[in-house]
């Protein structure tokens, strides 16, 4: 039996009727790792000899009959941006590169006492600026598909290791398309749930109005699964939605005959790669066949999304990173300083890399006086245009569809001195997060041996919908998204 080609919830029912120990399992993925991890540098830190210990624990408590956990043994990959307890959290910054924090994030706490077994914290770009996971201070991760190629980001070591069965699942976060974009360019299955649906305590924030920890699976029924684990309120955070979720996984049937759906016209044309779109209308012809009836939308305040997110975000990294300063916890800079502000300036110069102290600074320049009204309070103004006509939608669509991502895995350096060219990689995932509402992004296709995702938007709080659309069209592709590595 080769356990690493099995899914998440294959794994839990192996163990769960004793066919296979936990132990088996977390050694066939360290074994996974130790056989793939020197090509792909997915995870930052591991965890190998905790994971046994837990493993072994699980095995005594299966063995006296006992409730060791929904899913007791199977192993998963936490982003490292995910607070986690007696284990570094570094946020792939020199900053935090020997941080040890005193408490789990909500999230990792969830899946935790489900009885999930944490592998390591996998790589990311710093503070989750990026969309390659070039811009991590701990260095490069390759995508499975093809080592030259990047596995996007910010989420991109979790992409990666679940792609590559280093790992069967993983925990990422999304604020412009973290999760989605790195999914759709790794050929896996990413979820950006509606903002407050998961708890953000232990998240560290980068744009808090529009972070959001999301699942990152091999398939659809995993993704429920996850979400089903992490979903709730959390009392710890103050964004948090008091309403109770719903059970994703148990009502997972595809049944989608007579949902309307509409392309977004502003995603889907100029700028986004023939063969991608190639790809992206073959699912439509799919979903078509399904029972889904497909119409176009123009949806003209997209136009505007990538500017005003690259306005808000960066606005709200240069409040959030503030904390950063070499006084309480972090790096701290080794040269001899004449006064507080040296030691300051030469901490953050030192400890950010260029793409976080870029946005830093564009981020502080649109809030200062002067500039607020200007590009904040505009951006602000653009960002309310796009969820009104998100609502206009809903009036009448019951999901709106688009590519992930413009093209497919692009070459590593090939964008990296090229802010803008980079920014343009979220250009289809940022408009979800600055409205708030939830999105998935599953396979679709290859295009020349690169995969190629569709990303299904829907309403706040319509999960399991968007969910029941992205598992019917996978079962009818029945793609085999597995790399050749």
Request: hydrophobic letters at 40%.
């Amino acid at each position: 039996m080769d356990l690493i080609e099995k899914d998440a919830l294959t794994l839990g029912r192996l163990i769960a009727r004793r066919e296979v120990s936990a132990s088996e399992v977390v050694e066939a993925y360290l074994n996974r790792i130790e056989k793939v991890e020197s090509m792909l540098h997915a995870f930052i830190n591991l965890s190998g000899d905790l994971a046994r210990r837990l493993a072994a624990e699980i095995d005594e408590k299966i063995s006296r009959g006992e409730n060791a956990g929904e899913f007791a043994g199977v192993p998963i990959a936490i982003k490292d941006v995910l607070s986690t307890k007696n284990f570094p959290t570094t946020c792939a910054s020199r900053m935090l590169e020997n941080f040890v924090p005193v408490y789990d994030a909500t999230a990792v706490e969830k899946v935790l006492s489900a009885g999930c077994v944490m592998l390591g914290k996998t790589n990311m770009d710093e503070f989750a600026m990026g969309s390659s996971t070039e811009n991590s201070y701990f260095g490069v991760t390759r995508n499975p598909w093809d080592t030259d190629r990047v596995p996007g980001g910010s989420s991109g070591g979790s992409a990666a290791a679940v792609a590559a069965r280093e790992v069967p699942w993983a925990l990422g976060s999304d604020t412009g398309g973290s999760i989605r974009q790195p999914a759709a360019l790794c050929g896996i299955v990413g979820m950006k749930p509606t903002y407050g649906l998961v708890s953000r305590y232990g998240l560290v924030a980068f744009a808090s109005s529009l972070d959001q920890v999301g699942p990152m699976t091999l398939n659809v029924s995993d993704c429920a699964a996850l979400l089903g684990l992490i979903a709730g309120h959390d009392p710890l955070d103050s964004t948090s939605i008091p309403d109770e979720p719903e059970d994703y996984l148990s009502e997972l049937n595809g049944e989608i005959r007579g949902l309307k759906a509409a392309v977004v016209k502003e995603l889907s044309g100029e700028g986004i790669d023939p063969d991608v779109l190639r790809c992206f209308n073959e699912a439509l012809d799919t979903l078509d066949a399904c029972g889904v009836s497909i119409e176009e939308v123009s949806l003209s305040s997209f136009e505007y999304a990538l500017s005003a997110y690259y306005i808000i975000a960066p606005a709200e990294a240069s409040s959030n990173l503030a904390r950063f300063d070499g006084v309480r916890y972090g790096f701290r800079t080794d040269h001899e300083c004449d006064d507080v502000w040296e030691m300051y300036d030469r901490t953050r110069s030192e400890g950010f890399g260029g793409e976080v102290k870029r946005r830093i600074m564009l981020g502080t320049y649109a809030l200062s006086a002067g500039y607020y009204e200007a590009y904040y309070a505009q951006a602000q103004k653009i960002r309310t245009l796009i969820i009104n006509d998100y609502r206009k939608a809903w009036e009448k669509f019951d999901v709106l569809l688009s590519p992930t991502s413009p093209t497919t895995a692009f070459r590593i350096g090939e964008k990296i001195d090229d802010p803008l060219t980079m920014y343009l990689s979220d250009v289809c995932t940022i408009p979800v997060n600055l409205a708030g509402i939830p999105a998935i992004s599953v396979p679709c296709g290859l295009s020349e041996g690169l995969p190629v995702g569709l990303q299904i938007m829907g309403p706040p709080l319509k999960e399991l919908r968007i969910l029941n659309v992205a598992y019917a069209l996978e079962q009818s592709l029945n793609l085999n998204m597995r790399p050749p590595i």
